[in-house]
Nanobody
Framework: QVHLVESGGGSVQPGESLTLSCKAS????????MMWHRETVWKQREQVAE???????AYADSVKGRFTISRDIDKSTMYLQMNDLKPEDTGVYYCKAVVDLRDYWGQGTQVTVSS
């Protein structure tokens, strides 16, 4: 079955960087759209970035220019490079895959940005 496992979260200071990883299994990685979402104290779960099966990417306005989504098909892993982190980026980050019209979620990884 589809299984998504996030890692790479942690506590950093404003302006620092983190890279999140999402290891996928149970489906043909690269064939389906995948996203990063986050839950913050200010907003319910919101989509941060997506990468399509063709490799196209899109970002929320709040992270555009600071975050980069990518994937390594050989490793079945999706990444979220987060630069210039701000306190408002604090939250739980989830990866999501839409496989055959069904949503699958990872368990989430905590990112805390605080001075």
């Amino acid at each position: 079955q589809v299984h998504l496992v996030e890692s790479g979260g942690g506590s950093v200071q404003p302006g620092e960087s983190l890279t999140l990883s999402c290891k996928a299994s149970g489906f043909k990685f690269g064939w389906y759209i995948m996203m990063w979402h986050r839950e913050t104290v200010w907003k319910q779960r919101e989509q941060v970035a997506e990468i399509t099966s063709l490799g196209g990417t899109a970002y929320a306005d709040s992270v555009k220019g600071r975050f980069t989504i990518s994937r390594d098909i050989d490793k079945s892993t999706m990444y979220l490079q987060m630069n210039d982190l701000k306190p408002e980026d604090t939250g739980v980050y989830y990866c999501k895959a839409v496989v055959d019209l069904r949503d699958y979620w990872g368990q989430g990884t905590q990112v805390t940005v605080s001075s």
